[in-house]
């Protein structure tokens, strides 16, 4: 099955600086890569997500990369605001018909001010 | 996007017990997911719930202890049997909106078994 490994655990950056984490995945089947924040106590929301027939996608201050070749895709936060401080999960799609996702380890975010 | 409502939103139950947890869409989805999250952890897919036929279950995870029920389009819930502490996380429900991609997820249930 599909195995997703996501790096750094945690990432802490200045406010205005860039984030940058990074996931690989092992299905070369799998076509969907989502991005979930998760902020204390809540549920997971969707922030950004890219097919794979796509290499790069851009949502204001967020980008996703999509390397299919090398199996991995990235989140790119620029001009990074306290209010980004969460905990940031990738997934992929399992690549068959049943669309479940499987999701890495997650990144604490922390933006200081 | 798809609302989910999940209920209860936490509970302390004994040892032992069962709860069932609920989780309602207001649209009709085709897939229905179910979720543990434990604290500090990642999301761990416990199995789909599929309309109409038996749940599809995740390898560490079986129907006796998690049982699922899918109804109808709207609809699911995840029942923890015999609980012991081990099994005290955050159980989300989640849903797939149009085009089965997109992922839309419940406020979870917090279960702590004591």
């Known amino acids: 099955g599909e195995n997703v490994e996501q790096h750094p655990s945690t990432l802490s950056v200045q406010e205005g600086d860039s984030a940058v984490i990074k996931c690989t995945y092992s299905?070369?089947?799998?076509?969907?890569f989502p991005w979930y924040k998760q902020e204390l106590g809540k549920r997971p929301q969707l922030i950004i997500d890219?097919?794979?027939?796509?290499g790069e996608k851009k949502d204001q201050r967020i980008a996703v990369t999509l390397n299919k070749t090398a199996k991995h895709f990235s989140l790119h936060i620029t001009e990074t605001q306290p209010e980004d401080s969460a905990v940031y999960f990738c997934?992929?799609?399992?690549?068959?018909?049943?669309?479940?996702?499987?999701f890495g380890s997650g990144t604490r975010l922390l933006v200081r001010p | 996007s798809a609302v989910i409502s999940q209920k209860p939103s936490r509970d302390i139950c004994q040892r032992g017990t069962s709860l069932t947890i609920q989780c309602q869409v207001d649209?009709?989805?085709?897939?229905m997911f179910w979720y543990r999250q434990q604290p500090g952890q990642s999301l761990t897919l416990i199995a789909t719930?599929?309309?109409?036929?038996?749940?599809?279950?995740e390898s560490g995870f079986v129907i006796d202890k998690f049982p699922i029920s899918r109804p109808n389009l709207t609809f699911s819930t995840l029942t923890v049997s015999n609980m012991s502490p081990e099994d005290s996380s955050i159980y989300l429900c989640?849903?797939?909106?149009?085009?089965?991609?997109?992922?839309?997820f419940g406020q979870g249930t917090r279960l702590t078994v004591v």
């Open positions: 890219i097919r794979s027939n796509v």
């Open positions: 719930a599929n309309q109409g036929s038996e749940a599809t279950y």
């Open positions: 649209s009709q989805v085709t897939m």
């Open positions: 299905d070369s089947a799998s076509n969907y």
């Open positions: 989640s849903a797939n909106g149009q085009g089965n991609t997109e992922a839309f």
């Open positions: 997934a992929a799609s399992s690549g068959d018909s049943s669309y479940k996702l499987i």
